[in-house]
């Protein structure tokens, strides 16, 4: 900004261009290099000069000075006993110091914007902050959290009811070191090393269960290392980039129904020690406050029948004589079983009367097709679709379309979508069908397909409208109805940690989303003997893989691998899946038909007497730790609250425990049990 005084003489205006290269606000310049001794200033004007009177003087001082306070950025500084928070005015990046250890986390702009004033606080500070075409100043407060290494920062928007034009980027992310790798909470967890050229940038929605399945992400070397908290996920997502060829993460904000809505609000919180375990644990207190946190004890108080679930494998089967092969399971040593297909109500009842089976079915509420549709270009709706919702309780958009859901194939080869039933009509059509049908069908669990994995929608029909966070809200009423109400074992698909106070189990936590088989959801029955090599890579690949949904909520939901991703789907990779059980304290899941249970009977026999004795033994505690013991991973271990240490390799060289015990190429011990 160049300040000009014009100056008058003979009527006509002074020359200005020396005066302009005279008198300048630097942003650098302090206020000290603007001041100007002397009662009088000077200008050259061609051969003589001009005298401005002090009184002039006095206001072009006033001037020049509201000009630096207006443009002149700061450094501002926050701090406590554990960290220093730089802010830094020119481009509102942050820097964080963290005193016990030295470490420095910087901030890079992605989003270029413009602070417009800033302030320091008692506790933190306060700015202003503009991107340009957005349309809205973004107010935010950035706060430090007592004397924890922690600090919040909280945007919002006035009024409220702005708009936002598209997803807000802000703040900047914290770039990576070399050395460090990606904490992300992918359906049961990955890590990507951030120089790993492989990976490709992506964004993962934070409301639903194919994103973020908790609310955080974070960064590590192993020890030091720091996380963020979305402490408001309903409309947030994160972005996975790279930059100076390293990864990183930075948050997005989704507009609410076309405006900024509510104050979002991130925690970041710094490591001096314990690297993806302790961001899992500092989550899992989080979680607790926020009371998320309802164990499988607690659950098991209200429902004796939560038993029947800890340790049993989840079998798919679609024969018509289930009951003889339920028996012959039991008989070959296979004793706890989730049956998951429905029956009839006496077979039902026989296997209730057998001991350790856990009689379940499917359901849904979400899906339903176009009458018209249904006559002309199918053969038949499916039983569990709700139909009579067509048109009424479809969810529409914002452009008054009905929303589409998923495909299915017609008479014609060709796919049609289905509509989606508004999830705060849902409640109603499970009020209408779940009591009715467990007066003649005692069933004791229920599985409920997509509500955690669809993400939370928005709905514009006037007569339901809804935003994401209302969506969430009926989502959870429907399974607490199953849960509670109705008293059956629930289950969901995916998985999503909104969730964790009315489920029992999630169908898919197990089974990273984008790593699967292709058309896994549909032609789930179909075994693979060639293993993709994304699926080889990252759905069992040890290097990437973290625990991270066991390091929180272990003994609160039971993780399973999806429906068209089970321990047999890829009968190469069986082994290592069902080690993947072993050390994740998590039970196996199996699909088939007879003919594949006849040929190979003694490996399912195998698979369950592997897995599920220690599944028994941990299902209820906490996985409190999880580390790898050799640089390239191949050899990890996990450690439970009630003393049970499990160690497995999945290298092809023998690994020696530190008392001696040598453990083979795919193998694993296991302590204390």
Not at 374 to 384: I, M
Request: hydrophobic letters at 35%.
């Amino acid at each position: 900004m160049i300040a000009h005084i014009f100056l008058r003489k003979n009527n006509s205006i002074a020359n200005t261009k020396k005066l302009s290269q005279k008198i300048k606000c630097h942003s650098e310049r302090s206020e000290e290099s603007l001041f100007l001794k002397g009662q009088t200033l000077r200008f050259a004007q061609g051969d003589s000069f001009k005298i401005i009177s002090n009184r002039l003087y006095t206001l072009f001082i006033l001037l020049l000075l509201g000009c630096f306070c207006q443009a002149a950025p700061q450094k501002i500084t926050i701090s406590n006993t554990a960290i220093s928070v730089v802010f830094d005015a020119n481009d509102s990046a942050l820097s964080v110091i963290d005193k016990r250890t030295g470490q420095v986390w910087r901030q890079k702009v992605v989003t270029k914007g413009q602070v417009i004033a800033s302030e320091k606080l008692d506790d933190g500070l306060k700015m202003t902050w503009r991107e340009p075409g957005l349309g809205l100043d973004v107010q935010t407060e950035i706060r430090l959290d007592g004397e924890k290494p922690e600090f919040t920062v909280e945007l919002s928007a006035d009024p409220p009811s702005a708009a936002l034009k598209w997803s807000l980027g802000f703040p900047h992310p914290f770039v990576s070191d070399v050395g460090t790798y990606l904490v992300i909470p992918m359906n049961e967890g990955i890590s990507y090393p951030v120089e790993d050229q492989t990976i490709e940038p992506m964004w993962l929605i934070a409301y639903g269960g194919h994103g973020i399945c908790m609310s955080f992400w974070g960064a590590t070397d192993g020890e030091l290392g720091y996380m963020a908290i979305i402490e408001t996920p309903d409309d947030a997502l994160i972005r996975i980039e790279r930059i100076d060829g390293k990864l990183c993460v930075r948050p997005a904000w989704e507009p609410q129904k076309g405006r900024f809505g509510y104050k979002r609000k991130l925690r970041y919180v710094f490591f001096e020690k314990g690297g993806h375990a302790a961001i899992c644990k500092r989550y899992r207190s989080y979680a607790r406050e926020k009371g998320l946190l309802k164990t499988l004890q607690q659950k098991r108080k209200e429902n004796p029948d939560v038993d029947l679930l800890i340790g049993a494998v989840n079998v798919w089967c679609w024969e018509k004589d289930s009951l003889a092969i339920v028996r012959e399971m039991k008989s070959l040593g296979i004793e706890r079983i989730l049956w998951s297909n429905r029956a009839g109500p006496e077979v039902i009842a026989a296997m209730n009367e057998m001991g350790g089976i856990l009689t379940s079915r499917y359901d849904i509420y979400q899906d339903l097709m176009d009458p018209n549709i249904v006559r002309e270009k199918l053969n038949r709706p499916h039983p569990d679709w709700t139909q009579e919702g067509w048109p009424e309780d479809i969810m529409t958009d914002e452009k008054g379309d009905w929303r589409k859901g998923w495909r299915v194939k017609g008479k014609d080869g060709q796919m049609y979508p289905c509509g989606v039933l508004c999830d705060k009509q849902a409640l109603k059509y499970a009020h209408q069908r779940v009591p009715e049908e467990l007066k003649t069908h005692p069933y004791r669990c229920r599985f409920i397909d997509t509500t955690t994995a669809s993400p939370w929608r928005e709905c514009y029909n006037p007569e339901h409208p809804m935003t994401r966070s209302e969506s969430r809200h009926w989502k959870m009423e429907l399974l607490r109805f199953i849960c509670e109400e109705s008293k059956l074992v629930t289950g969901s698909e995916t998985g999503h940690d909104a969730a964790v106070p009315y489920v029992h189990y999630f169908e898919g936590m197990l089974s990273l989303g984008p790593y699967r088989v292709s058309d896994s959801g549909r032609n789930m029955i179909q075994i693979w003997d060639e293993v993709p090599q994304q699926v080889a890579k990252f759905q069992a690949g040890q290097a990437y893989r973290l625990p991270l949904w066991e390091l929180v909520y272990h003994d609160c939901v039971v993780a399973q691998w999806y429906w068209g991703d089970y321990n047999n789907k890829l009968p190469s990779l069986w082994d290592k899946r069902d080690l993947f059980n072993i050390l994740y304290g998590t039970p196996p899941m199996f699909m088939f038909n007879k003919e594949f249970w006849e040929k190979n009977k003694t490996r399912f026999v195998q698979s369950y007497k592997n897995t599920c004795s220690v599944v028994r033994a941990v299902g209820y505690v906490e996985m409190t730790d999880h580390r790898f013991l050799t640089p390239d991973r191949d050899v990890q271990q996990t450690t439970f609250a009630n003393g049970i240490t499990v160690t497995v390799n999945f290298g092809e060289k023998p690994y020696r425990l530190a008392d001696g015990k040598e453990i083979g190429p795919m193998s694993y011990s296991v302590s204390e049990m």
